[in-house]
């Protein structure tokens, strides 16, 4: 299960990201970065995160550690920015905590990434449809000389629109748009990774998510959604099935 920490500071927001995560001090003594379930993307982008994280990690590769967070609104009390206090406030309660990665700067292509970390990444990202991993928007940092991926929230489209399972599964992946579709191809790793996704990785992965993050959002009615908690994982272990056996349809 996820570790569960207590938010003691807001330490400054990271205006870099659209989402405003922030910045939050914890009571084990960790510095986290926070993404709160009252931005404008929802609960299901830190769905996203965790299967997307916790899945990449499983197969290898190097993700910053979760934990789930338990925000009282009075800690973004003394932020003078009331975008921060409005979106603190609308988050009291369980949210996602990114490890910070101290000094860490974002990826740029004179960085050297080993033909398999990138054939890795790429996998994963067309695996789960990544969207967010473009030379505009890498979402990849250097930390310790090692490509750190971050930031899976727009992962997982279907769970926004609970369309065909088939659609989803077959659907072709962008790879003009991936910083590193040059350096790695992901035919490389497919036999290797795609085995390493089994059916109790999934669940067990599925099991990390909050139930109240899996539950329908009254305020985005979907007839299609599924009804509950485990409904739901029962339907991303579908998606995400469905999505390994059509391999061909997505890989290059
Ligand atoms: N674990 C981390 N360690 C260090 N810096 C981080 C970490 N996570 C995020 N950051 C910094 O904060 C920025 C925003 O984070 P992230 O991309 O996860 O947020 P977002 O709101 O989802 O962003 P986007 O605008 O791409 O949707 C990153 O670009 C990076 O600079
Ligand atoms: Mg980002």
């Known amino acids: 299960m996820l570790p569960r920490v207590v938010a003691t500071a807001y330490l400054t927001p990271l205006r870099e990201g659209g989402s405003l995560p922030g910045l939050v001090e914890a009571d084990d003594l960790g510095t986290y970065v926070v993404k709160f379930t009252g931005a404008g993307q929802g609960p299901k982008a830190l769905v996203a995160e965790i299967v997307v994280g916790e899945l990449g990690r499983a197969l290898g590769v190097a993700i910053p550690e979760l934990a789930l967070i338990e925000v009282d609104p009075e800690i973004g009390r003394r932020e003078p920015d009331q975008e921060v206090q409005d979106l603190v406030t609308a988050s009291a309660g369980t949210n996602l905590a990114v490890d910070f990665l101290p000094g860490s700067v974002g990826y740029d292509a004179a960085f050297e990434v080993p033909d398999r970390v990138a054939a890795s990444v790429v996998w994963l990202d067309a695996f789960v449809a ?13 930390w310790h000389r090692q490509l750190w991926a971050i930031d899976h929230g727009a992962c997982l489209r279907f769970h926004h629109a609970w369309g065909s399972v088939a659609a989803f599964a077959g659907s072709a992946y962008n790879y003009s748009d991936h910083v590193l579709a040059e350096r790695g191809d992901p035919r490389t790793v497919h036999e290797e ?14 099991d990390q998510v909050p139930d109240a993050w899996l539950r329908p959002d009254p305020t985005r009615p979907d007839a299609r959604a599924p009804a509950d908690a485990d409904a739901a994982r029962s339907a991303y272990g579908e998606y995400l099935t469905a999505r390994l056996a059509a391999a061909d349809r997505w890989l290059p």
């Open 130 to 142: 990544n969207v967010d991993r473009s030379a505009r928007n890498t979402n990849l940092l250097i």
């Open 193 to 206: 990774l795609s085995r390493g996704v089994t059916a109790d990785l999934l669940a067990d992965v599925l």
